[in-house]
Nanobody
C-alpha cells in the first residue's frame, strides 16, 4: 500500500518560516500531481499549492509570494517552504497526491496532516 507522511510543522511567530515535507512510500509506479492543502477549525479545507510531475505550479491567492512548493521525484517527496507566516496561516496542513500503483488506475492518497501554528 501507499503512505504519505508529512513533517516539519510546529509553532512559529508571525513573520517566521517553516518548511514542510511530505514523503510517499509503498508500491508506487508513478506519482502525478502533488499538492498541499490546509484546514483551520470551523473552516473549509482549501488547496494551498499544487505541482505536476513536470513542474507546473499553482498557488492560492492568499499565499502567493510567500509560499513555494517544490518536489523531488527521485525521493517521492513534495515540499512547502512557508515564509512571512501570518496568524491566518494557522491550520492542519495535509499533502495529497495522485499515485498509480502496480500500473493500475491512479487515485488520490492523503497524509495524516501536520499542525502549523502561527502565534506570538
Amino acid at each position: 500500500q501507499v503512505q504519505l507522511v508529512e513533517s516539519g510543522g510546529g509553532l512559529v511567530q508571525p513573520g517566521g518560516s517553516l518548511r514542510l515535507s511530505c514523503a510517499a512510500s509503498g508500491s508506487i509506479f508513478n506519482i502525478y500531481d502533488m499538492a498541499w492543502n490546509r484546514q483551520a477549525p470551523g473552516k473549509q479545507r482549501e488547496l494551498v499549492a499544487g505541482i505536476t510531475r513536470g513542474g507546473s505550479i499553482n498557488y492560492a491567492d492568499s499565499v502567493k509570494g510567500r509560499f513555494t512548493i517544490s518536489r523531488d521525484n527521485a525521493k517521492n517527496t513534495v515540499y512547502l517552504q512557508m515564509n512571512s507566516l501570518k496568524p491566518e496561516d494557522t491550520a492542519v496542513y495535509y499533502c495529497n497526491a495522485a499515485i498509480e500503483t502496480m500500473r493500475g488506475i491512479p487515485r488520490d492518497y492523503w497524509g495524516q496532516g501536520t499542525q502549523v501554528t502561527v502565534s506570538s
